[in-house]
């Protein structure tokens, strides 16, 4: 014998068929002993108790006077009725009575005592009938009948235009309901209920191509690539051939300046969606109206209206017969409540505007139709201006330029004013050691005075401090051992007076100083007036501009001069190289 493997899945499917149909038999079982007990009960209660039937053979027939023509002409309230009133009567009182209709009568369907009461004793046979029938509801039926409507639903609601009808079949409708009444609430998108998948309706519309913005077509990159292509297709077998094996490039040669513009100062904002806002089938053939405005008719409405400048629309002379729109009781609509445009007139021939809608006095009643009136402005000091700006908003390329030039201006200025007061700010000559030999390298000095106590009180008369300033540079000889050709001029800057220690002439200063190297063994021998005045003269010509010997350096000025242009060229040509280089 074969043996069969049996898959656990399938296994344990059959099982819980098995379960399945043992807990139907038993409520089967449980509903038939339920039903056996009921009509057991029933039984009982409708067995005959011992009654007096003597009586059962005795018929009873209740006789009704007839309401006729006679009766109703003895009643003391129809006396004064004709006759043709109390034959209708006659004839409507016959329906209501009990008992066979006489010869005469017509045959109406009149109930007597003994139908009525078969028809009671059928009604009560089949309500039995029903009861015996009558089975456990299930789940399915029970939440039908339990399930709320929409009108219910709606009233129990904030917010009732919120329901839709399926709502009353979700397992907690008010929840639902409120989820939805939120505000930014994002809804289930539209589609969950179709039986197509998913943008069927799609299939055979055909999709457009991608196509630049505005303010790229701008540039003309559309028109380069195009003739591009025509010189590509012009191009023979042997040409293309050539094209694959060593592709040319930098074919298309743009404007920097025209791409620089077209994406910092001419690029417009693409349209995002809002939050919640999901795309379904059908999204974009459908109208934006948050775009539209009530009363403002586009180029493309009156276009198709076939309406002429200065003519007003169709609807106008229905508006000024039954009123304006109730939904929009602020609205200005001209010929109604509203001037009508200059150049317009009234009148019901072609291109006119109607009648304007006034009361018997020839007073306007929407309102200012003949555009007497004028509306009350606010006074400006009352309203304050609003600052239409986006926040966050970045600046745009202009406006940053022109803050940056005047920045630079500014600073321009500020250095201007700080080299003009540094040139008047005192600063000391450098010292000279007694041996005749400068100290430090030539060009650079040291200042006369140094005060490095933090207590020293300023000096009344004293100007702001600059922090530094400019010097003229000088070219120079190189002397010495660590000399330089550079140097700087100092003759333009005002040296102060070397303040002297006693307290007397400490507030007071002094005139220009001049330094005066001086041998030591000249004043062993003695200095007198005139070697002082002498060597005095002497310092004093060599800070002259032009007094010292110095070499001509017109040679020098021409080579660097020179050097200079050279380098420029060589920065701008490098410069050009890379913008060619570059490829778009």
């Known amino acids: 014998m074969s043996e069969v493997a049996v898959r656990p899945d399938v296994a344990d499917h059959n099982e819980t ?36 039937t003597s009586l059962d053979d005795v018929e009873i027939e209740y006789v009704v ?49 003994d139908d009525q009461a078969e ?66 609430t994002v809804p289930v998108p539209a589609h969950w209920s179709q039986k197509r998948k998913y943008l069927q ?29 025509e010189k590509e297709n012009a191009a023979g077998l042997k040409g293309k051939m050539k094209e694959k094996v060593a592709p040319k490039m930098g074919k298309l040669d743009i404007d920097y300046q025209k791409l620089h513009d077209a994406f910092f100062r001419f690029q417009t904002r693409v349209k995002y969606t809002i939050h919640g806002e999901l795309y379904y089938e059908g999204k974009e053939f459908e109208t934006k109206l948050k775009e539209q405005k009530p009363g403002q008719l586009s180029e493309e409405l009156k276009e198709a209206l076939n309406m002429p400048p200065l003519a007003p629309p169709p609807w106008l002379i229905n508006m000024q017969r039954y009123g304006p729109p109730p939904s929009y009781p602020n609205l200005k609509i001209p010929g109604l409540n509203a ?96 041996s005749g030999m400068a100290s430090i390298a030539s060009g650079l000095e040291t200042p006369d005075h140094i005060e490095l106590r933090k207590d020293r009180k300023k000096e009344e008369d004293e100007g702001p401090k600059q922090l530094y300033q400019v010097l003229p540079e000088v ?17 333009s800057i005002d040296k102060p007076a070397i303040s002297t220690p006693s307290r007397l002439s400490s507030k007071r200063k002094l005139g220009d100083n001049v330094d005066i190297a001086i041998d030591p063994s000249e004043l062993e021998s003695g200095l007198d007036e005139s070697t002082l005045r002498a060597k005095y003269d002497a310092q004093m010509k ?43």
């Open 17 to 52: 068929v098995k379960k399945g149909q043992k807990l139907r038999r038993r409520t089967k079982k449980k509903s038939k002993k339920q039903r056996l007990e009921e009509q057991k009960r029933h039984s009982e209660t409708e067995q005959p108790q011992h009654k007096d």
């Open 65 to 113: 006077q007839p309401v006729d023509l006679t009766t109703l002409k003895n009643m003391n309230t129809l006396v004064n009725v004709d006759e043709d009133t109390l034959q209708q009567f006659s004839d409507i009182f016959k329906h209501f009575q009990v008992g066979k209709p006489d010869e005469d009568d017509e045959d109406y369907p009149i109930r007597t005592a």
């Open 119 to 184: 028809d009671k004793q059928n009604g009560g046979s089949e309500a039995e009938d029903e009861k015996e029938e009558e089975q456990p509801l299930s789940k399915k039926k029970l939440k039908k009948i339990q399930r709320l409507t929409v009108a219910e639903l709606k009233q129990l609601v904030k917010k009732p235009e919120a329901v839709e009808w399926w709502d009353v079949t979700a397992t907690d409708p008010k929840l639902l309901v409120s989820l939805k009444s939120y505000r930014n």
């Open 201 to 229: 309706g799609k299939r055979g519309i055909e999709k457009p191509p991608w196509e630049l913005p505005d303010f790229i077509k701008d540039t003309g990159i559309m028109e380069m690539r195009d003739a591009v292509k």
């Open 339 to 434: 001037p009508i445009p200059d150049g317009a007139q009234w009148g019901y021939h072609p291109g006119g505007w109607g009648r304007p809608p006034v009361d018997e006095y020839n007073r306007p009643l929407y309102g200012d139709v003949f555009g007497v009136t004028q509306p009350d402005a606010a006074p400006p000091e009352i309203v304050e201006p609003v600052d239409k700006k986006l926040w966050g908003e970045l600046e745009s390329d202009e406006e940053f330029e022109e803050e940056e030039e005047e920045s630079e201006v500014e600073e321009e200025e500020e250095e201007e004013e700080m080299v003009e007061e540094s040139a008047q700010s005192d600063l000391a000559d450098g010292l000279v050691t007694p």
């Open 475 to 491: 070219q120079k000889s190189i002397t010495g051992f660590m000399g330089s050709q550079h140097g700087y001029d100092l003759s």
């Open 542 to 584: 060599a800070k002259l501009p032009g007094a010292s010997n110095e070499e001509d350096l017109s040679d020098m000025y021409a080579e660097h001069a020179s050097r200079q242009a050279k380098k420029i060229k060589s920065n701008e040509s490098r410069k050009e190289s890379k913008k060619k280089e570059f490829k778009f």
